[in-house]
C-alpha cells in the first residue's frame, strides 16, 4: 500500500516525514502526472514517468543520497556548478559521482515538507538550495535558490503521505499497515479510567477512525487509501467526512467541495453538508471547509501541544507558528494566511490567498481538492481532501480520493491520557522501528472497528 505515499496516511495522518538513516525506494515528483526521478546516461537527474527505464531506486543513507539501481549503482548526488552561468544567474546541477566521505558538496537534506535542500559552493554556502525544473515544460532538473519557491515537492515512496496507509508515528517512525477495503480502523482512542478502585471500567475521552477503500486502477500494493474518517469528540459531538466516486446531483448546480465528491456530517452520518462553509456545532467546536488547488495544499506533519490559558506553549518537535487557538474565534480566511509558508507552492499560493482576501471570496471557490480545518477545545485537525483522474479514463493513471489528516493542536489535559489505536500506540515507541514491533495487535483487524464512531476494538485488550 505505499503510494507516493502526507495520510501524512499519515494517513499521512498527523505525521511527520522522518530524516531516516537508512530508506529506499523511488522518489516522486508528483503523483498527479505521474513523474519520477531518475538519473540519464550521463549521470544528470532528469524526471520520467514512473515506468520509464531510467526510473532510479535510491537509499537515503545520513545526509547522502545514492543511486541503488542503473548506470550510477553506488553514486552518491552532488551539486555541480555550470560554468556558463545559465541566465546570469548561479546555477548548479545534481550530478552523480563517486562517493567521498569529506565532500559537503553531497550534503543533502530531504526536508519533512518534501524538498531536497543543501548549501553550494558557488556563493560560500551561505544560502540553502533546493532541486526545482531548469524551466516549468523541462523535465531535467537543477539546484536554485530555495527562496525563489519553485523547489519540487519530491515524495518518498515509503512515507505517509496523500492517504495512503502508510503510518508515520508521532516518535517518527514508518511503518505499511495494510487494511482491507471498506473497512474501518482506530487510528486514535483515547479513553478515561474511573478512579474507583471498584471500577475498571473507561470512557472514551476522544476517537479517531479512518475507513480504507481500494481503486483498482492504481498498481497492486498502492491501490488503498483513506476515504472517510470518523472524529468522535464526546458529549454527542461528532464529525464525519466521506467521499463518493461521483458528484451528488444537488450539486450539478452548486458550488460544493470536491466538486461535489466530498461531504460532511454533524449528527453521525444521518445528514451531510457539501458546501464550503464556517460551521459551528456543540459548544466550541468548529468546522471551516473551503476548496483549494495544488499549490495551496498543505503539507505540514507535525502538531502543537496547546497552552490553553497557560502562556508556556510546550512543542512537541521545536519552533511553529501554527498554534491554534481556542479562546476567541478567528476569520476563516485566517486559516490561509496560517498554512500558506507550509504549503507546497508557497510563493504561487500567495498569489491566490491575497485574491481570496481583496474579493472575499473564499467559499465561491470552485475546486476538485479542499481544505477543512477541524477544531474542538481540546483536539483540532487538518484535513486534505486530493483526487486524481476521476473524471477521465487514462491507461495506466492510478485514480483515486485520498483524504490525509493529521492533528495540529491537542490540549495538555488530553495528551496526558494514555492513548491507543495505530497512530496513538507510537506515540512512547521512540526509536522503536517496524510494525510489528511498534504495534501491540500483530494483525490489522486487530484496529478494526464496527463503524465510524465505534470505539471499541480488540487491539485495547491486547496487552
Known amino acids: 500500500m505505499k503510494s507516493f505515499a502526507s495520510i501524512v496516511l499519515f494517513l499521512l495522518s498527523s505525521l511527520s516525514v522522518v530524516h531516516a538513516q537508512n530508506e529506499t525506494g523511488r522518489f516522486f515528483k508528483n503523483l498527479e502526472n505521474g513523474f519520477c526521478m531518475g538519473i540519464d546516461e550521463h549521470h544528470y537527474i532528469y524526471t520520467y514517468h514512473c515506468h520509464h527505464e531510467r526510473v532510479t531506486q535510491f537509499e537515503r543513507t545520513g545526509n547522502r543520497l545514492v543511486a541503488q539501481t542503473g548506470d550510477s549503482a553506488g553514486m552518491c548526488l552532488e551539486s555541480e556548478q555550470d560554468p556558463g552561468h545559465l541566465d546570469s544567474t548561479l546555477d548548479e546541477w545534481p550530478r552523480f559521482k563517486a562517493c567521498e566521505a569529506g565532500n559537503s558538496a553531497q550534503i543533502f537534506e530531504f526536508q519533512p515538507d518534501g524538498r531536497w535542500t543543501g548549501h553550494v559552493g558557488g556563493d560560500g554556502y551561505a544560502n540553502e538550495y533546493c532541486m526545482a525544473l531548469l524551466n516549468p515544460n523541462h523535465i531535467r532538473v537543477k539546484l536554485e535558490l530555495s527562496s525563489n519557491g519553485n523547489c519540487i515537492i519530491w515524495f518518498d515512496a515509503d512515507t505517509g503521505t496523500v492517504g495512503d496507509p502508510i503510518i508515520t508515528g508521532l516518535g517518527g517512525q514508518q511503518f505499511k499497515f495494510d487494511g482491507r477495503d471498506d473497512a474501518w480502523y482506530a487510528n ?11 471500577d475498571s471500567s473507561t470512557s472514551s475521552l476522544f476517537q479517531w477512525n479512518m475507513k480504507f477503500k481500494e481503486f483498482p486502477t492504481c498498481p497492486k500494493g498502492d491501490d488503498m487509501f483513506v476515504s472517510s474518517i470518523a472524529y468522535d469528540f464526546g ?13 451528488v446531483p444537488q450539486c450539478e448546480n452548486q458550488i460544493c467541495l470536491g466538486d461535489g465528491t466530498l461531504h460532511i456530517s454533524f449528527d453521525g452520518g444521518e445528514t451531510f453538508v457539501s458546501n464550503p462553509g464556517d460551521y459551528n456545532f456543540g459548544v466550541g467546536n468548529r468546522v471551516v471547509s473551503h476548496n483549494t488547488y495544488d499549490a495551496c495544499s498543505r503539507k505540514w506533519f507535525d502538531f502543537d501541544i496547546s497552552k490553553n490559558v497557560n502562556k508556556d506553549v510546550s512543542l512537541l518537535r521545536g519552533q511553529t507558528e501554527r498554534t491554534l487557538e481556542m479562546e476567541t474565534e478567528k476569520p476563516a480566511l485566517q486559516y490561509l494566511t496560517e498554512q500558506q509558508r507550509s504549503t507546497i507552492r508557497p510563493v504561487e499560493c500567495e498569489g491566490w490567498i491575497q485574491e481570496r482576501f481583496a474579493k472575499n471570496d473564499l467559499f465561491m471557490q470552485k475546486g476538485q481538492w479542499s481544505t477543512i480545518h477541524v477544531e474542538s ?27 490525509d489528516a493529521w492533528m495540529t493542536r491537542v490540549s495538555k489535559v488530553l495528551y496526558g491520557e494514555k492513548w491507543n489505536g ?17 504495534l501491540r495487535g500483530q494483525n490489522d483487524s486487530d484496529y478494526e472497528v464496527n463503524g465510524p464512531f465505534v470505539t471499541e476494538f480488540p487491539a485495547l485488550h491486547i496487552r
Open 422 to 438: 495505530i497512530l496513538g500506540e507510537t506515540r512512547n515507541k521512540n526509536g522503536v522501528e517496524g510494525r510489528f514491533n511498534i
Open 377 to 403: 477545545p481540546e483536539i483540532s485537525f487538518h484535513v486534505e481532501y486530493r483526487r486524481n483522474n476521476l473524471d477521465h479514463d487514462v491507461d495506466g493513471q492510478c485514480n483515486f480520493q485520498s483524504l
Open 188 to 198: 486514535i482512542a483515547i479513553q478515561s479510567q474511573s478512579n474507583n478502585l471498584f
Open 235 to 247: 458529549n454527542g459531538n461528532t464529525v464525519l467526512i466521506a467521499t463518493t466516486s461521483e458528484q
